[in-house]
Nanobody, 118 residues
């Protein structure tokens, strides 16, 4: 059973930075894609950033130039470095991984809250 555990959320002032981590219970080489989604109150969950095993990255327009997704294969962990945080970045952030295993399967963490407030 794949388990994903996020960490690194918290309270930060506008303009500040946070780094989120997602640790997988097994090798991340099993995944085709890894990423981060977020869900703000009253809104749908949206993709923030993703990275493929080949290293291709994709970002939501709202975070381009501010957020960076990366991974550490040896630690089975991927990260979301968030800089210049804005009020509208406040949300629960979920890590996600996907792989082909008798069809496409998505795996989710339980989420970590990021609050941007002065």
């Amino acid at each position: 059973q794949v388990q994903l555990v996020e960490s690194g959320g918290g309270l930060v002032q506008p303009g500040g930075s946070l780094r989120l981590s997602c640790a997988a219970s097994g090798s991340i080489f099993a995944f085709a894609t890894m990423g981060w989604y977020r869900q703000a109150p009253g809104k749908q969950r949206e993709l923030v950033a993703s990275i493929t095993m080949g290293g291709s990255t994709n970002y939501a327009d709202s975070v381009k130039g501010r957020f960076t997704i990366s991974r550490d294969n040896a630690k089975n962990t991927w990260y979301l470095q968030m800089n210049n945080l804005k009020f509208e970045d406040t949300a629960v952030y979920y890590c996600n991984a996907g792989r082909w295993a008798n069809g496409w399967r998505d795996y989710w963490g339980k989420g970590t809250l990021v609050t941007v407030s002065s």
